[in-house]
């Protein structure tokens, strides 16, 4: 079964500042997808960004951008410029047929 | 608007009573989810169905039961059997024909027993 493991349970990033959220997956497909999901307090899961496995080119946002490796199985996050409004549970997620979902990193925006 | 409904939004329930979770979309998509998230993990998924009268158990499905009779509804049961129910329910739905679709999600019934 894939399994999805996000190392860092909290993260802080002062205002303005930029923070990244490491997420590893375990996958013996090559195609795949890739996405990241917030959980502000209200606990609404909304989506981020997502990446195709087959792509190359790192999916970016807005302020949001990944750093896809796919030989490592690494899928990280970056968030540029933090505001105030980030602060939320972010859920790295694989998907193939289901959608598989690590534990979640808690980040913190300090003003 | 589109989009996905839960009800009721904190739902408690006594030792031993079923309870049954409401949700409902109208964003036409053939594939709904039930997820169930606890402090410090991630969702793990509870049922899921494809189409209608049609449905797939999950990873963690014991004590659970679903039913899909239309395509805009999905609601979740959780029976007795459920040895520890108080969580979060989160319920998603996506567009089955693409797999890079985003699930949708609504949000959510926080259930506690008493």
């Known amino acids: 079964a894939q399994t999805v493991t996000q190392s860092q349970p909290e993260m802080s990033v002062q205002e303005a500042e930029t923070v990244t959220l490491s997420c590893t997956y375990d996958?013996?497909?090559?195609?795949?997808?890739l996405f990241w999901y917030k959980q502000p307090p209200s606990r609404q899961m909304i989506l981020v960004i997502r990446?195709?496995?087959?792509?190359?080119q790192n999916a970016t946002e807005n302020r949001f951008s990944v750093n896809f490796q796919k030989a490592a199985k690494s899928f990280s996050l970056k968030i540029s410029d933090s505001q105030l409004g980030d602060a939320a549970m972010y859920f790295c997620?694989?998907?193939?047929?289901?959608?598989?979902f690590g534990a979640g990193t808690r980040l913190t925006v300090k003003p | 608007d589109g989009g996905i409904t839960q009800s009721p939004k904190y739902l408690f329930r006594k030792e031993g009573q079923n309870v049954t979770l409401s949700c409902e979309q109208n964003?036409?998509?053939?594939?709904m989810y039930w997820y169930r998230q606890d402090p410090g993990q991630g969702l793990r998924l509870i049922y899921y169905?494809?189409?209608?009268?049609?449905?797939q158990k999950g990873d963690i499905a014991e004590g659970y039961s679903v039913s899909r009779e239309k395509k805009e509804s999905f609601p979740l049961t959780v029976t007795s059997a459920q040895k520890n129910p108080t969580a979060f329910y989160l319920c998603?739905?996506?567009?089955?024909?693409?797999?890079?679709?985003?699930?949708?999600f609504g949000p959510g019934t926080r259930l506690t027993v008493l």
């Open positions: 996958t013996s497909e090559s195609d795949y997808y």
């Open positions: 990446q195709e496995a087959y792509k190359q």
């Open positions: 964003l036409n998509h053939d594939a």
């Open positions: 998603a739905s996506s567009d089955r024909g693409r797999r890079n679709n985003e699930q949708f």
């Open positions: 169905s494809q189409i209608v009268n049609d449905f």
């Open positions: 997620a694989y998907r193939r047929s289901d959608m598989r």
